[in-house]
């Protein structure tokens, strides 16, 4: 069994890649982090991609390479960044950078798998979301965006790669104990209440295996996602006391302490 994770280097990722390995699966890692890559390829003898996948050029190149070498019976489009703060003060760059990690990268490094026969039929693609899909998320509008487009691109080409017996599958993590959660939710928020992301792997294991449409990790998490389109308001007014208003309180004291 061959298997693709992009941001197995760390978080999700790296417990997803943990699962594939103990199974006897042959892994293949992106990921832009060499310092936590090579300690996991010795131990593990899987290969990563060092690639930073907010450059064009770079996911190209690998888009390339993989499009040359053997086929995959899984692709997990994990990574993702984000940058929070309110969308009118933010730094357009980063905002480019999240758009180009979380929707460009996966779109781009599945048109050269799937243009050259690299998903075996049978396999399955996994497109890592968010709850964001169904709950939103002030003061990370630009994340939002990009994890709606990701969720809406695998819906549609599902129904497309059907007949090709490939399975897509979209995965919604809540809130999950990475250093993903902790650098970007408010200052002081309790990492406590966040998923192990040996949980979140296992769900979406499961849910590859089982071949699901759809993967929403934890009964928590989908209890809000279940909620989330249906009280909008209450979401709203939930997100904005839990997320925006600490976010702007953490944005003010920065700038106090700039002064
Ligand atoms: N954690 C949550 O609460 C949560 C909730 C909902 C959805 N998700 C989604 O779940 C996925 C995994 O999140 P996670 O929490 O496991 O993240 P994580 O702990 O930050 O791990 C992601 C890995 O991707 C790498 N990465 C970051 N930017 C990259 C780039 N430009 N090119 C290549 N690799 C890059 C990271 O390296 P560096 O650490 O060096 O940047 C890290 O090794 C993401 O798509 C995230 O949006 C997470």
Redesign the pocket.
Known sequence: MRVLI?????????ALLELYVARGAEVVG????AE?AAPLEHEHGVTFEL?????REAVDALAAKLAEGDAFDVVVH?????CVGRFARSDLDAQR?VHA??LE?PLVLTAALLGTDRVRAGGSIAF?????HQVGYPGAAV?AAT?DGLASYARSLSVALAPKRIHVLRV??????????A?YAPKGSDASK?MP?ERTAKAIVRAIDRRKRVCVPGFGTRLIAGLGPKLPRLMDRTMRKAILEPLDRDAASKRQRRA
């Open positions: 992009t941001g197995a280097a760390d978080g999700i990722g790296k992106v990921d832009v982090d936590r690639v930073d996948l907010s450059d994990n990574a993702g960044i984000s950078a990690v979380n990268a890592v979301s968010s709850l964001s994340y994890k919604f993590p809540g809130p999950t104990r990475t250093v993903h959660a650098r966040r992301p």
